[in-house]
């Protein structure tokens, strides 16, 4: 998980570096139809054709619609009209939001400390749009990356419910291909261009090659391996290590400037995810912390 979290963090940077190469709408089919190539071969080596009832395909094309086409589709467009700083720092919110989504879905008392988290991680966002001093940054895109964060975070719950009765390889496979299939034909629709200037010189090209299939493909099969194991609310709490290297990694790839607005608020943020997650009580109290132990899914016997 916190392999995963440090692509991600790096992976904004990534897009945001892409899109002097790509349409937003024609970088997002390109990289899912990367990812699904690399994990359908996989998935048909060690499972054959795995068949899915109509209640597990419903939760596969949660995943896929939250998750993924949507996700990709805003983020592109958010990566594109903000800077990396400000999208990671956004998307630094995503773990308080899935503690309070999971906690209110499964009935659990909304404690004090959550709610302090929602109001600092939000004052930390607020921090960000005001001390708008990014010149690649606007409202409109910041807007879109809290839509993207808020998306994924919709999806994640799509996932633990499909991976009580599906291997995760399966899910993030599946649910790949059925969203590179919609990101390619709304492509189709919208894109007059796909390229621009050297999209086939070696830089873009490893670039791509690597936030496709590493940070898309993997990152996402492990985090949803992850979910599977330990639930979405316990997985998210990796992803305060995310905002950190986004920050400092648009900051030396992007020759972003750091301005005490962004420290400002990236301390409220990883302040808001610890406190609205139970970081830091846990940390005040190690002996109260402990893991429940994780139990092994059982799946059926694929139909072949």
């Not at 906690?103 to 939000?122: N, P, V």
């Not at 610890?274 to 059982?298: E, H």
Request: charged share 5%; aromatic share 12%; glycine share 8%.
């Amino acid at each position: 998980m916190l392999l995963v979290v440090v692509l991600w963090g790096i992976n904004v940077v990534m897009i945001k570096y892409l899109l002097r190469f790509f349409p937003p709408l024609a970088l997002a089919p390109i990289r899912l139809s990367l990812a699904a190539g690399l994990l359908l071969p996989v998935v048909w080596r060690q499972y054959g054709f795995y068949r899915l009832s109509g209640k597990e395909w419903l939760f596969v094309a949660g995943v896929a619609f939250f998750s993924i086409f949507v996700h990709q589709i805003v983020l592109s467009l958010g990566v594109a009209a903000t800077s990396g700083t400000h999208a990671v720092l956004i998307l630094g919110l995503n773990p308080l939001l899935t503690t309070v989504l999971a906690s209110y879905l499964m009935k659990e008392a909304f404690t004090w400390a959550k709610g302090a988290g929602i109001a600092l991680g939000f004052s930390g966002v607020a921090l960000v749009v005001y001390g708008n001093a990014q010149g690649t940054a606007t409202p409109a895109g910041d807007l879109l990356i809290l839509v993207a964060m808020i998306v994924f975070v919709i999806g994640s719950l799509f996932v633990k419910k499909s991976t009580v009765s599906v291997p995760p390889l399966v899910v993030t496979a599946y649910s790949h291909a059925l969203a590179s299939i919609g990101l390619v034909l709304l492509g189709i629709m919208m894109n007059p261009v796909w390229t621009y200037g050297n999209a086939a010189g070696f830089g873009s090209v490893a670039v791509l090659l690597f936030s496709s299939l590493v940070n898309t493909a993997l990152g996402a099969l492990w985090w949803n391996m992850g979910i599977q194991q330990v639930g979405a609310s316990t997985t998210s709490l990796f992803q305060n290590v995310s905002p950190i290297v986004g920050v400092f990694a648009s900051a030396v790839w992007l020759n972003e400037q750091l301005n005490w607005h962004h420290i400002a608020a990236l301390c409220l943020v990883v302040m808001a995810v610890s406190l609205g997650t139970g970081v830091a009580s846990n940390l005040n109290f190690p002996s109260r912390f402990k893991p429940a132990a994780a139990t092994k899914p059982t799946f059926r016997t694929p139909n072949l």
